[in-house]
């Protein structure tokens, strides 16, 4: 048997996979977004259920400071151990920081120690079991340290300058200015699906490590990477939420 094949195989039959969801309340633009009703449900809903029905965690853990969305979350099955603490739920507080401490919480008070953490943001409400699970086929491999979800978006990106002059901040890899004719771009779509070795995550507080390359990129449709970050990315997400298989099934004429 094929070395790499064999320890693929033991990775997915032994791994322990903690989805982590993080949930914070006292959100801002958007108040109350993550129990907030998105076509009927909280918006934390679909997170959960989607994490669910990839059956590939051991635990699925919401992790929030609000006593009001740990219930929520409880009645969509999701774990709430306990309360993230006051001094990690401000408006500078750093989900990194907040992971970090519920792992070490974890290991301490539970004896649990996952191999993988997964990060599962509820603001990307079109996300889909498949986006988790090609993830994790990509995690399988033993030397992926690192993967995340992208999208697709123009190759070139500007900044403003004096008089809102247009300023590119990465250089062409072309002096054509035809897309087609340079390397495509990709962004960071949200957070559709983060996952790291938790070994990598505690020594850097990183689940995407730009400089190295160790970090392998996942590419989603663009019209499911919605980030709900302002009140009209909310609107185009539940439109785009309700009519999803009208959207799926026109795009298929195309091909």
């Known amino acids: 048997m094929d070395g790499c094949f064999f320890v693929c195989i033991m990775l997915n039959m032994k791994s322990k996979m903690l989805a ?37 965690f051991d635990r699925i853990v919401v992790d929030t400071d609000s006593p009001e969305i ?38 301490k008070e539970e004896n649990y120690s996952p191999d993988l953490v997964c990060l599962l943001q509820t603001t990307s409400p079109l996300r889909n079991v498949e986006d988790i699970t090609k993830c994790w086929e990509v995690m399988k491999n033993p030397k992926t340290k690192s993967v995340c979800t992208i999208t697709e978006t123009s190759p070139w990106f500007f900044n403003l300058g004096k008089g809102d002059s247009l300023l590119l901040v990465n250089k062409k890899s072309s002096s054509s200015t035809n897309t087609q004719e340079v390397a495509k771009g990709f962004m960071l ?54 009519n999803k298989e009208k959207i799926e099934k026109k795009l298929k004429s195309f091909k």
């Open 20 to 56: 982590v969801i993080p949930a914070r309340g006292g959100s801002k633009r958007i108040p109350n977004k993550n129990i907030r009703p998105l076509n009927g449900k909280p918006l934390i809903y679909y997170t959960i259920k989607v994490a669910k029905e990839s059956k590939i």
């Open 70 to 107: 740990a219930k929520v979350a409880r009645r969509f099955g999701a774990e709430v151990p306990f309360l993230r603490p006051e001094h990690l739920a401000g408006d500078k507080a750093k989900v990194a920081d907040a992971i970090e401490f519920l792992i070490n919480r974890l290991k």
């Open 189 to 242: 779509n949200g957070c559709i699906v983060y996952i790291v070795r938790t070994r990598l995550f505690m020594k850097n507080k990183k689940f995407v490590d730009f400089g190295s390359g160790a970090t392998v990129g996942v590419v989603c449709p663009h019209w499911r990477s919605v980030d709900l970050d302002y009140p009209e990315d909310w609107v185009l997400a539940e439109f785009l939420h309700a």
